[in-house]
């Protein structure tokens, strides 16, 4: 009678460990998953942004260019 108690309190000991371990890990898979799908979210944004940045500068640089032709002295 007394092995079967323990016998019990062992198997449900390790029910709860395994249990949990099962949590953890689905938490672990939570956050990595999370992660792929911010960077997933992010990557086309930040290359957008780089190419909308590129492309102020060069109309900047076009606005510039004009600028200064039409200071510049006419020979």
């Known amino acids: 009678m007394a092995n ?7 198997n449900a000991i ?7 371990g099962k ?5 672990v898979d939570l956050v990595n998953s999370g ?3 911010a960077t ?4 086309p944004l930040s290359k957008t942004s ?3 940045a590129g492309n ?3 109309a900047v640089n076009q606005v510039l260019q004009n600028v200064s032709s039409a200071i510049a002295p006419k020979k």
């Open 35 to 37: 992660i792929k799908s």
């Open 14 to 20: 390790s029910n709860l460990i395994e249990s949990v």
């Open 56 to 58: 102020v500068v060069n």
């Open 23 to 27: 949590l953890g890990q689905m938490q």
């Open 50 to 52: 780089i190419e909308l």
């Open 4 to 10: 079967e108690t323990s016998s019990e309190y062992a």
């Open 40 to 43: 997933s979210v992010f990557e």
